[in-house]
């Protein structure tokens, strides 16, 4: 049985191709994980522990702030309106709209954000992941997940 391990960074981008095959299908549970993908990366912009769950909205703005093709995002509470709506409440909370169609309203009440940009820019983000040499957390560079066979989800080395 062959065996994959993935440091955290490594992981990041076989969770973006992941998410890649879900884009067209589920533009709503694209969101859900794009946003959860962000928040891991603001994770990785911390000394905290990777399950340490304080201050994610914190970390979650890092994240838009510190890549470049998500700063346009910054500043417009997203962890709120899309990160906790889809993960608390299955749905995104009032003041702003996800379409495929629209163009992105980022200035706009409500927001509008289309969801294929809003993909591609996380794209561009978990790229340019894989090319910053120095992360805060260093569980950045380590050993994160074992997948066993390409039908395993995968699962924390320290489950192993």
């Known amino acids: 049985m062959a065996e994959t391990t993935f440091t955290c960074i490594q992981w990041l981008q076989k969770y973006k191709e992941e998410l890649e095959k879900i884009k067209d299908s589920s533009p709503f549970l694209l969101m859900l ?9 603001g994770k990785l912009l911390y000394i905290d522990p990777l399950d340490d769950g304080n201050n994610c909205g914190d970390k979650f703005e890092k994240a838009l702030s510190e890549f470049d093709s998500l700063k346009k995002y910054s500043g417009k509470n997203l962890y709120s309106l899309i990160r906790c709506g889809l993960a608390h409440k299955i749905s995104v909370k009032e003041g702003i709209v996800l379409s495929k169609e ?19 820019d996380f794209v561009i983000a978990v790229d340019d992941a894989q090319e910053k040499k120095k992360w805060a957390n260093k569980a950045a560079t380590q050993n994160y997940v074992i997948v066993k066979n390409e039908t395993d989800t995968g699962v924390t080395a320290t489950f192993l």
């Open 102 to 120: 629209s163009k992105s309203k980022l200035n706009e009440i409500p927001i509008v954000i289309n969801t294929n940009v809003f993909f591609d």
């Open 33 to 41: 994980g794009i946003s959860a993908g962000i928040e891991f990366m």
